[in-house]
């Protein structure tokens, strides 16, 4: 029995209130499909946070993208990483930095859990670009294991202590799950509160549909939702980050096989992630 156990219907803290991000990210997110995503709104848009602008920086100057040319400017980076890229890290950092201001005593679980999500946002991009399909759709990819644990970080700021002790309870094999522990106590789990913000967000449908449905990846005829969790298990296996359970998916070997994904691939995608972990772990520190 969960020791936080206070049953109630699903409703959100009442002084709650959703974290605005930038319009004009939500306005290209929505584009991204459409290659119309403007590359001077997105710049000015960064260059008006230095963290930000620090961030893209580090990850463009990063083996991750083993370009030859040092990158200094936030232009020179658009350029060599694309609009889709930048606009996916421009979301996932803004999102990060509303969620988490303040310096709450909670920083280092919530930082743990943006390490887990670029791991997968990093491992899922791989796994997308490595298959047959088309390399753009492998930046929305990445968007997707990022924020495909958007419900947590919502907690988190909506109900300040209590989630992170939930969070940060060890839950061996037998043990519920961290979604168990969310039902308990706020009558939903992160997937059906991520969704909300997603979907008031007025975030893609098929970003809606992962974050929505990622724990049953094999229910869905949804590709993307297969690979984010696949991602999600080897993120765990390695230990890139800590997302607040501490089971790993068995379902992991299906998936695989569902992605048509070869034994060789899979230690081909465990090395990069390996390579990575620094890159991945560092990304979110700087400020
Ligand atoms: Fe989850
Ligand atoms: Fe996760």
């Known amino acids: 029995m969960c020791a936080f156990t206070v049953a109630k219907p699903f409703v959100l803290n009442n002084n709650f209130e959703i974290p605005s991000i930038p319009l004009i990210l939500i306005k290209i997110i929505q584009t991204l499909d459409d290659d119309s995503g403007s590359a001077k709104e997105l710049e000015q ?3 008006h946070d230095p963290a930000l602008s620090a961030r893209i920086l580090r990850l463009a100057n990063s083996a991750f993208y083993s370009l030859r040319a040092r990158v200094k400017t936030i232009s020179h980076a658009i350029s ?9 890290l421009a979301i996932g950092v803004s999102i990060f930095d509303s969620f ?3 310096g709450s005593s909670e920083a280092a679980l919530i930082s743990r859990l943006w390490t887990h999500s670029c791991g997968v946002g990093v491992l899922v991009r791989e796994i997308w670009a490595g298959s047959s399909r088309k390399t753009k759709e492998a930046e929305f990819a990445f968007l997707c294991g990022l924020l495909h644990d958007l419900g947590k970080v919502v907690l988190f700021r909506a109900y300040p202590g209590q989630y992170g002790s939930i969070f940060a309870i060890r839950k061996s094999e037998s043990d519920p799950a961290i979604s168990s522990y969310e039902n308990q106590n706020y009558g939903a789990d992160h997937s059906v509160i991520g969704e909300m913000l997603a979907s008031q967000w ?6 809606v ?7 049953d990846p094999l229910a ?9 969790m696949l991602a999600d298990f080897m993120a765990k296996e390695l230990k890139i980050g800590y997302d607040g359970d501490d089971g790993l998916n068995e379902k992991a070997t299906e998936l695989q096989s569902k992605l048509n994904i070869s034994e060789a691939e899979y230690d081909r995608l465990t090395t990069f992630a390996s390579r ?3 890159n991945i772990e560092g990304f979110f520190r700087i400020r």
């Open 45 to 47: 848009l960064i260059l």
């Open 80 to 88: 060599l990483l694309g609009v889709n890229l930048v606009t996916s």
């Open 100 to 102: 988490s201001r303040g």
């Open 202 to 207: 007025g975030f893609p449908q098929e970003l």
């Open 209 to 215: 549909a992962v974050i929505r449905r990622h724990h």
């Open 220 to 228: 869905s005829d949804i590709p993307m939702i297969k690979a984010v």
């Open 276 to 278: 990575e972990r620094e």
